[in-house]
């Protein structure tokens, strides 16, 4: 009998100094938690022009956007682009700003609290989803603070831009990497594929689309499908980009039943002098204005989440070139934002995705 008690202590004592030299592993144990770190590109924290030159200079300073000499490029961005963009960038953010903050980020808490509810409902408490930017806050550093302090399982990375392009995809995994060697313990780490032509997301398009269009009292002569741009450059490199661009919008024209004719492919915001992915949109929409057409609409299937590029270029600015034309009236079919459409969509992504963890 005394041996058995003596036994026990000593498993006792031995249990008691593992909590206390690996503390999160026990957490680990306890609480088996995976957590979901959802990435999005970023917005300023004001729409001042003092906020708009901290981010943008985060931004446009990171190589994976600007790939350019980078003395050169330090030296255009802090004398020039510093000096004039950031006072015009703020009011066109100023335009678009909501009394809660950015709509992106608005929007992107949204997304991360339902999906976070979503996957909950079925999965007992299992999962953990925090919103990091990769240009602003929070930030992703922040994020995975957040997630590492709960000692999931595993952190799966689901970054918010379905078509993968180094400028974004390949910038997430950098600043995700990043912070990684400052761990001690470092969960197991996943990242979502490019879900371009997933049929969760490409369903929640169509029916995103389908939903919009039946709001009109009129129907789009064409729909412009117009996506963020790269430099043509990056592309003649490697950057897959314009192919996955090309399957999403095969994939939505296929699952609408939209036939040739019906719509066109184009690409939004360049920046610089450099040649960007063609045909671009804003020359797209006036030469459908010149083409007599009158009633368009306009989707932007890269974006899961409506922003300054969407609210703005395209409902605004894209309308008033459009009708400079000749054209009349252009409809902005809405990004999948939080809508239950778009979080079932997640949620598919994420189950899939974190197979085995579960």
């Keep these: ?59 446009l300073g990171d190589p994976r956007v600007i ?73 992703i550093p922040s994020a995975l603070e957040t997630l590492c302090r709960e000692a999931p399982e595993g952190i799966l990375v689901f970054p918010m831009y379905p078509q993968y392009a180094g400028a974004t995809t390949a910038s997430t995994y950098d600043e995700v990497y990043k912070y ?8 197991a780490l996943r990242m979502v594929r490019p879900y371009f032509e997933h049929p969760a997301y490409i369903r929640a398009l169509a029916d995103s689309v389908r939903e919009s269009l039946q709001q009109l009292d009129w129907q ?19 950057d897959p980009y314009p192919q996955h661009c090309e399957a999403t919008v095969r994939a939505l024209a296929h699952e609408l039943g939209w036939q040739n004719g019906e719509y066109v492919m184009s690409f939004q915001s360049r920046f610089g002098n450099e040649v960007w992915l063609q045909p671009y949109t804003d020359e797209t929409l006036a030469e459908l204005g010149r083409q007599k057409l009158k009633r368009i609409a306009a989707l932007c299937p890269g974006f899961v989440t409506d922003c300054l590029e969407t609210i703005d270029e395209i409902g605004e600015i894209g309308q008033e070139q459009f009708r400079h034309a000749g054209g009349e009236r252009l409809h902005l079919i809405p990004c999948l934002n939080d809508s239950e459409r778009w979080i079932q969509a997640m949620k598919t992504i994420v189950l899939e995705e974190s197979a085995g963890w579960l």
Aim: net charge positive; aromatic share 8%; hydrophobic share 40%.
């Design 180 to 187: 990684l060697p400052k761990r001690r313990y470092v969960p």
């Design 67 to 139: 790939e350019l000499n980078r003395v050169v490029w330090w030296l255009i961005l802090n004398l020039i682009v510093l000096v004039v963009r950031p006072r015009k960038s703020a009011r066109l953010y100023q335009k678009i700003w909501t009394p809660n903050g950015s709509p992106l980020l608005v929007t992107s808490q949204a997304q991360a609290e339902k999906l976070e509810r979503a996957l909950n409902q079925e999965h007992g408490d299992r999962f953990k989803v925090v919103l990091g930017m990769r240009y602003g806050n929070p930030s």
């Design 1 to 59: 009998m005394e041996c058995v008690q003596v036994n026990q202590q000593i498993i006792l004592s031995l249990q008691t100094a593992r909590a206390v030299a690996f503390p999160g592993r026990l957490l680990m144990t306890q609480k088996n938690k995976i957590g979901i770190l959802l990435a999005q590109l970023g917005t300023p924290d004001a729409p001042t022009p003092k906020a708009l030159r901290r981010y943008l200079r985060q931004f």
């Design 220 to 238: 789009p002569e064409k729909t412009v499908l117009s996506f963020h741009g790269i430099p043509k450059r990056y592309a003649d490199m490697g």
